[in-house]
């Protein structure tokens, strides 16, 4: 027989801290919400939204009936019979309700489903607990029936969207061909700024500016907003990810913006880039392309061109040689100097401003040593012709004039002992070996004073005479190296030249 009593206010006061374990145990199920694994998500909300009917009951003080009636279990029954008919799934559960306590027994295809049967048991406010007694099945053809249902649903839904899809395509097609459009208007962007390589860049910034920005247009015309913020996400590791992967390849493209900028050097230059000499017939966004004075193309980096040493020489037209002579020690210097100079100052490539100069540099063990420093105009004078036409020039006046170019003289001693049987030896000679070697040592200094009966300026005199020897008195520059300098320059490059045009006319 059953007691009935009338609730006392102790009885109602512990509705609170019921009410506060609720709670707490709410947000420990929306804390596992946020962090479970997808497939759990449908369980956890059930179970929350079953936490959240008892915390409203126990707010309400509908607490355990104490004479529950039969009236009541049939109704807690027929409503769950009601909501497990509508749902799919769970057509094959069974529910029988006594003293408040329901019993959830039959089947289901997957665990998911179960869960679900009894989170929305528990929901109800008459409910006291309930017993899961259900069989998962775990049937193939029931969940992949389920499995296809899902994507039957999601393939109408997705007939459904079609026109929009349509329409987004479309505004995303015409947002995105206008900026293609506008990125080719080059005279636009050459207007804006003359270097090429910035024009280029400002094109293709716009370009993919209005292809996100359409992108973004067409998403958020189809409801896809949330897609926006994961493809700016991925996209930034992604980012990430290639920027190490390409550093050397970004810091080359960095250094051509700013080689493109800078303009060290034009076309036609003949330069010296980390000892790599050649004339400059183009400068690309990978690479610097040089004419070497062989004849070949050279193509360097741009990262190590902004990094490494530039060396113009055509920057300045006039550039100076040097060259050593050594004169006798007995000779005055000064005279050789001035006897030098006239000679240079004679070639018609010399430049008189600045003017060719000499200066003793040192003494050395048999000669004294003169360098002489002359100038030319390298636009229409070759630099090597130049100083090998200079040195000979200078040489021939000075022994002209009377000053020998001593060669290295070595002093051998002797011990008293070997003197002496060379003494003997030199005594023991016939008379004519005598007069014959004398004439030997005499020979050089007879030959000397007589140019015209020195054998070699004779030679070299009558194999100068011969008209083709001109061409090895002609200091001007290579013609055949130009030429195909030029020839390169015309031929092109797919790659866009980035050195200046208007700088390249100046030349």
Same mark, same amino acid.
């Given at each position: 027989m059953a007691?009935?009593?009338?609730?006392?206010?102790?009885?109602?006061?512990?509705?609170?801290?019921?009410?506060?374990?609720?709670?707490?145990?709410?947000?420990?199920?929306?804390?596992?919400?946020?962090?479970?694994?997808?497939?759990?998500?449908?369980?956890?909300?059930?179970?929350?939204?079953?936490?959240?009917?008892?915390?409203?009951?126990?707010?309400?003080?509908?607490?355990?009936?104490?004479?529950?009636?039969?009236?009541?279990?049939?109704?807690?029954?027929?409503?769950?019979?009601?909501?497990?008919?509508?749902?799919?799934?769970?057509?094959?559960?069974?529910?029988?309700? $006594?003293?408040?306590?329901?019993?959830?027994e039959g089947e289901t295809a997957n665990d998911r489903k179960a869960q679900q049967a009894l989170g929305l048991a528990n929901r109800l406010t008459d409910v006291v607990a309930v017993n899961d007694t259900i069989t998962r099945t775990l049937d193939v053809q029931d969940n992949v029936a389920t499995a296809a249902h899902g994507l039957a649903a999601q393939a109408r839904n997705l007939v459904k969207a079609l026109p929009l899809l349509g329409v987004g395509i479309v505004v995303f097609g015409v947002v995105a061909w206008f900026g293609a459009w506008l990125s080719r208007r080059k005279r636009l962007w050459q207007r804006l700024t003359p270097n090429p390589f910035v024009a280029e860049l400002l094109s293709q910034t716009v370009k993919v500016v209005f292809i996100v920005f359409a992108l973004i247009l067409a998403l958020s015309l189809m409801g896809a907003e949330t897609i926006i913020g994961t493809l700016l996400g991925g996209a930034g590791v992604i980012g990430i990810a290639v920027g190490f992967a390409v550093k050397d390849t970004i810091e080359n493209y960095i250094a051509s913006l700013m080689l493109s900028i800078r303009q060290p050097f034009r076309a036609r230059d003949q330069v010296v880039i980390n000892g790599q000499e050649g004339i400059v017939v183009r400068l690309t966004s990978r690479a610097t392309i040089l004419m070497t004075l062989d004849g070949n193309q050279l193509r360097i980096p741009n990262a190590e061109v902004f990094k490494g040493t530039i060396l113009?020489? $055509?920057?300045?037209?006039?550039?100076?040689?040097?060259?050593?002579?050594?004169?006798?020690?007995?000779?005055?210097?000064?005279?050789?100097?001035?006897?030098?100079?006239?000679?240079?100052?004679?070639?018609?490539?010399?430049?008189?401003?600045?003017?060719?100069?000499?200066?003793? $540099?040192?003494?050395?063990?048999?000669?004294?040593?003169?360098?002489?420093?002359?100038?030319?105009?390298?636009?229409?004078?070759?630099?090597?012709?130049?100083?090998?036409?200079?040195?000979?020039?200078?040489?021939?006046?000075?022994?002209?004039?009377?000053?020998?170019?001593?060669?290295?003289?070595?002093?051998?001693?002797?011990?008293?002992s070997l003197e002496q049987a060379l003494e003997r030896l030199q005594g023991a000679l016939p008379a004519h070996s005598k007069s014959d070697t004398e004439h030997a040592h005499d020979a050089p200094s007879a030959q000397a004073e007589g140019s015209p009966a020195h054998p070699a300026k004779a030679r070299a005199e009558s194999i100068l005479k011969d008209p083709t020897a001109d061409a090895l008195f002609d200091a001007r520059p290579d013609e055949k190296l130009k030429e195909k300098v030029e020839e390169e320059i015309a031929r092109g490059s797919d790659e866009t030249d980035l050195l200046s045009q208007k700088r390249q006319s100046n030349q």
């Open positions: 007691a009935s009593f009338t609730r006392s206010p102790a009885t109602r006061s512990t509705s609170k801290p019921r009410a506060r374990r609720l709670y707490l145990a709410l947000a420990l199920m929306l804390g596992t919400l946020i962090t479970a694994p997808s497939y759990a998500a449908d369980e956890l909300s059930s179970a929350a939204g079953a936490l959240a009917g008892s915390s409203a009951a126990s707010e309400t003080g509908s607490g355990i009936e104490t004479a529950p009636t039969p009236e009541q279990d049939r109704a807690i029954q027929a409503r769950i019979e009601g909501i497990f008919s509508e749902l799919e799934g769970l057509e094959a559960v069974t529910v029988t309700v $006594t003293q408040g306590v329901v019993t959830l113009n020489y $055509t920057q300045n037209p006039e550039r100076r040689f040097t060259f050593e002579l050594g004169v006798d020690a007995d000779d005055d210097p000064l005279a050789a100097i001035k006897v030098g100079l006239d000679a240079v100052n004679q070639l018609a490539f010399v430049l008189t401003e600045p003017r060719a100069a000499a200066l003793i $540099t040192h003494v050395g063990d048999s000669n004294i040593v003169l360098e002489f420093q002359v100038w030319v105009n390298q636009s229409n004078t070759d630099f090597a012709k130049a100083r090998s036409i200079a040195i000979r020039e200078t040489k021939h006046a000075l022994e002209r004039t009377g000053f020998s170019l001593p060669e290295p003289i070595y002093r051998l001693r002797f011990n008293a």
